[in-house]
């Protein structure tokens, strides 16, 4: 099983490698509502610690969803553009986001653990 940590914005990273898996958390798609659209970037695409790296908009709202590592775009989840709803049922799992190679692994160190982001949830209303 590999590490997965989580930022201050409900994203999640799963790392493998080099590679970061990067998603929304289940708290953060319990907060969107249903998923209607899932817009991802392109492959190749360098993204930034804590800027725009896709957006999702549910029936309530539209929002970012920031990487919470920096690096390139490997690999976007394409089943999401046919099955957006896939973000609700499976938001750590089938709806993921995007894949990254980190440029940067030294960031990780900056986000929450599982258990340091079950803490955080309980600060948030």
Known sequence: MSEIRYSKDHEYVRVDGDVATIGISDYAQSQLGDVVYVELPEIGKAVAQGKEAAVVES???????????????VEVNGA????????????????WFLKVRMSNPAELEGLMSADAYADFLKTVS
């Open 59 to 73: 029936v309530k709202a539209a929002s970012e969803v920031y990487a919470p590592v920096s690096g390139e775009v």
């Open 80 to 95: 999401l553009e046919g099955a957006p709803a896939s973000v609700n049922e499976d938001p750590e799992g089938q709806g």
